[in-house]
């Protein structure tokens, strides 16, 4: 079963690869635990209109949730997970998605504030023998269509500097954590927060930068 999903995978991978060719979706993540991972339900959608327009991509808009068990994960070439509270992964989820990953896919996790303590023990259930490591400002990453130093900072909670933390498996990039920035709070429609025209902007070019790594690189 795990062969057919990754070969079912790597063809959908494939057919996506290419800025501009096809059409295709990216997932929203479904946990369990308690946690709203159903948060910001406009911000996949903007960012994806944003990306499109700018970078020439075909992303669908819709964008369907999907648990970390299921095979419909394999769909998906890349995925977006956020929420405020508790995360759990079974044994079992946590399977599917490290192989999801390791087949090629790509998670951007996005703590909305109050996830941080909560999804770290679960990553290390997903990849025990891997850290969270810092990226530094020259990743590439931040240098995609958009220059940045660092993650830009949208929301302010405990006076932190936000963070960009990842996974790194045989050299590849698989997930991105970002911390203490609220990005996909700042891909919401305008009105949900009420973010200046700068912040707001800010947060979709960083998340086009996203978009454009996991496609790319």
Not at 19 to 33: C, D, E, F, N, R
Not at 58 to 84: A, R, W
Request: aromatic share 12%; with cysteine.
């Amino acid at each position: 079963m795990k062969l057919k999903h990754i070969l079912t995978f790597t063809l959908a991978l494939m057919a996506s690869l290419v800025l501009g060719q096809g059409t295709y979706q990216l997932a929203v993540l479904k946990y369990s635990g308690g946690g709203d991972y159903y948060a910001n339900p406009t911000a996949l959608p903007n960012l994806i209109g944003y990306t499109n327009q700018n970078l020439g991509t075909n992303i669908s808009k819709d964008v369907p949730y999907v648990e970390v068990g299921s095979q419909d994960l394999f769909q998906y070439p890349m995925l977006h997970m956020t929420g405020h509270g508790n995360v759990v992964f079974s044994s079992a989820e946590a399977e599917n998605l490290r192989t999801y990953l390791l087949a090629g896919g790509f998670l951007h996790i996005d703590d909305n504030y109050g996830m941080d303590e909560f999804i770290r023990v679960e990553l290390k259930k997903v990849f025990p023998n891997n850290q969270l490591v810092e990226l530094p400002f020259d990743h590439p990453i931040f240098h995609q269509k958009y220059d940045f130093n660092g993650l830009p900072k949208i929301h302010e909670h405990d006076g932190k500097r936000p963070q960009a933390f990842g996974i790194i498996e045989n050299g590849r990039l698989v997930c991105l954590y970002t911390y203490e920035t609220d990005l996909s709070d700042g891909w919401e429609d305008q009105p949900v927060h009420n973010d200046p025209p700068e912040k707001r902007t800010q947060a979709l070019q960083m998340g086009a930068n996203i978009l454009m790594y996991a496609f790319m690189e």
